[in-house]
């Protein structure tokens, strides 16, 4: 024990200041060790976070690397696979719901699912979706980041590239019962912005070919929408191809679509998308946000063009856009 050696005895100061003023230095360390422990994050409680992937692909993987590195550092992360398992993601969740976790952010359709069916009370944050409305990811403590490129964006870019084509019309391809609302907005907007839009139904991958023959004699450009009956590793590149054959422009949505031959792509950027989910996490973990909160649209597009098909299809790209551009193909 450390003997401290009053070499003056304390005089008499008031009701304030007694005689002996042990009492007060022994209340005045124990506030200061109280102050210490409350503001030393190696000693507070860690905020849990827990995130869910429906798989291990590298989209998901680049969304989840932006999420972590917009959280703060005292955040304790754990990370689940559910291997594309649907029931294991639920036998997952129902841990997660009897644990100590603040949030749980998801990447892809079944973690989101997953979470959503189990978890009540934990906010829940999804990405890597797309048309989460399709899959009722609208529970009052979910939220998430929207994947798709705003509509009006898209069209903002076609708009121009019309007045130089010989038809003015846009054209789709669509199937009703997995984008059908999509296209009832696109033919709102392109009547607004005084567009002409000729959408044709497909009902199954089958459809695609002759549908497409049908539909491109009559427009001046072909807009892509995520369309799973549509869009697939075969018939992307039979559209992509019979688009160029019938010097008909195909506006997309990924890059990858741009690299392949479409001219051009507004695309979002998973990483970005991760990002986003992140700040918002943030938000809701400090009280800023506060559930039930709609779906944020994604704050970045990148821009993808193709100058070779711009070339073989007779078309001048604007240099302001192309100095814009994220990518040139």
Known sequence: MRTRLVTKPPT????????????????????AALIIALLSPSLAVATEVVILKSSDIAAYNQAIGGFKAALPSDVTLSEYDLQGDLEKGRKLARKIRAS???????AGVKAAKAAQLEILDIPI???MVLDPAKYGLNTSNMTGILLEVPLERQLALIRPLL?????????????????????????RLTKQQGMEFLPAQVGSERDVPGALRTLLPSVGALMLVPDSTVLTDESLRFILNSSLEARVPAIGFSREFTKSGALLCLSVNYHDIGRQAGQLARRILDGQVVLPAKPLAPDRIETSINLKTAKFLGIDIPKELESKADEVY
Do not use: C, N, Q
């Open 12 to 31: 008499d100061r008031g009701p304030f200041f007694p005689s002996s003023a042990r009492p007060w230095r022994r209340w005045g360390r124990m506030t």
């Open 163 to 187: 007045t130089s084509l010989p038809l003015k019309r846009v054209g789709a391809l669509y199937d009703p019962s997995k984008t059908g609302h999509v296209i009832e907005e696109i033919k």
């Open 100 to 106: 100590d976790t603040a949030l749980v952010f998801t």
């Open 125 to 127: 944050i999804y990405a």
